[in-house]
């Protein structure tokens, strides 16, 4: 099984006492773990909000040399995922469910590519049509 990674899940090696078991699940599907250009979004715009110093020279550091680790994993969203998006949306407000703009993207990129979101934040993306698991629960 393949995975789309959000972002929780990749900040995770850069906070002071990181959850092992989402660093053990990180490591055993390194393989099989894809990201979206929103979440590499995302993470940029955490660290550019940054007070200029160590913290933030290390994170973009480790940023810069995450996106190169997995170049040829990180999905755009192009016109074809913009169409599966816009479908999404029609969807999900017929629905009355939908989702807040950067978790949908993520969602129709996703959706696109076949992958299963993960990601601790389960109920930002608990919609119909929508795979998504939670590492630390699945891990052992």
């Known amino acids: 099984m393949s995975w789309l990674v959000d972002t929780d899940l990749l900040s995770e090696r850069t ?3 990181p959850d092992v078991k989402v660093l053990k699940w990180l490591e055993e599907n390194s393989a ?3 990201t979206s250009s929103h979440v590499i979004g995302e993470l940029q715009a955490g660290i550019s909000l940054l007070a200029e110093g160590a913290r933030k020279r290390a994170l ?3 940023l ?3 996106i190169e680790a997995m170049e040829g994993r ?3 969203f192009n016109s074809t995922v913009a ?3 816009g479908r999404q949306e029609a969807e999900f407000s017929k629905k009355g469910c939908l989702m807040p703009m950067p978790d949908s993207f993520i969602a129709a990129t996703a959706r696109r590519h076949n992958l299963t979101i993960a990601t601790r934040n389960v ?3 608990a919609r119909p ?3 998504v698991m939670h590492p630390t629960e699945s891990a052992d």
Request: glycine share 8%; net charge positive; proline share 4%.
């Open 15 to 17: 906070k002071p006492r």
């Open 32 to 34: 099989d773990i894809y």
């Open 60 to 62: 973009q550091a480790w």
């Open 64 to 66: 810069n040399r995450l």
């Open 74 to 76: 990180i999905l755009n």
């Open 83 to 85: 169409t599966v998006w």
């Open 123 to 125: 109920g930002d993306y």
């Open 129 to 131: 049509g929508l795979k």
